[in-house]
């Protein structure tokens, strides 16, 4: 049963502590990406990867970093420097064909709330 | 500067009739255009696509419509089912680039 996993679903974390949010699919895709959503805002791209130990940044990278050291993983880790980390994250996979995008496939998301 | 807008945060619709949702876009290197649907709390999934040679697609109940000398798509629904109660989401990308652009998104609301 192909995927995208993202866990925890809720996370709560303490003010100035890095936190670590997990992404797995195993649709052998080759590009993996990461957004933020905020209430009333469209999907915001932090970073994205099209292959395995290679990664770019989004649009809102600033205060968070990632890896790509397989192709079924991509964590994001959010550090204290992020401003106002609380948001839901949403992670997601696709194919990457004939130089255009394709449908992504996103997993079901993690509420993180820090205090 | 938006991308890709979604000027209607919410819409609200009969059960039985025509769901109108609607997307502007303004960036012209724009090639492939898809709408996905998201219920709280989960992620979003695909809904349908169109490239930028075709000017409709069609699938099932939902038809995508894409204007491309007004920079304008729109998705419609019909009939319009109480499990389309969900927040919209129009996104675009451009020639040779993998990222998406993503709208605000609209709440479509089906009353009963």
């Known amino acids: 049963d192909g995927g995208i996993t993202q866990s925890p679903k809720y996370l709560f974390r303490k003010e100035g502590q890095n936190v670590t949010l997990s992404c797995e699919q195993n649709?052998?895709?080759?590009?993996m990406y990461w957004y933020r959503q905020d209430p009333g805002q469209g999907l915001r791209l932090i970073y994205y990867s099209q292959i395995v130990n290679d990664f770019q940044k989004g649009d809102i990278a600033e205060g968070y970093s990632v890896s790509r050291e397989k192709k079924e993983s991509f964590p994001l880790t959010v550090t204290s420097a992020q401003k106002n980390p609380t948001a839901f994250y949403l992670c997601?996979?696709?194919?990457?064909?004939?130089?255009?995008?394709?449908?992504?496939?996103f997993g079901p998301g993690t509420r993180l709330t820090v205090t | 500067d938006q991308q890709v807008k979604q000027n209607s945060p919410s819409l609200s619709v009969q059960e039985g009739r025509i769901s109108i949702l609607n997307c502007d876009y303004t960036n012209s290197m724009f090639d492939y255009f898809l709408w996905y649907k998201k219920y709280p709390a989960e992620g979003p999934t695909f809904l349908i696509s169109?490239?930028?040679i075709k000017d409709k697609n069609e699938d099932g109940r939902f038809t995508v419509f894409l204007n491309k000398s007004a920079k304008h798509l729109s998705l419609h629904i019909v009939p319009s089912q109480p499990g389309d109660s969900a927040v919209y989401f129009c996104?675009?990308?451009?020639?040779?680039?993998?990222?998406?652009?993503w709208g605000a998104g609209t709440k479509l609301i089906i009353k009963p």
């Open positions: 169109i490239s930028s």
């Open positions: 649709l052998n895709h080759d590009a």
């Open positions: 996104a675009a990308s451009a020639i040779g680039n993998y990222q998406l652009i």
């Open positions: 997601a996979s696709s194919i990457l064909q004939g130089g255009s995008s394709d449908e992504q496939y």
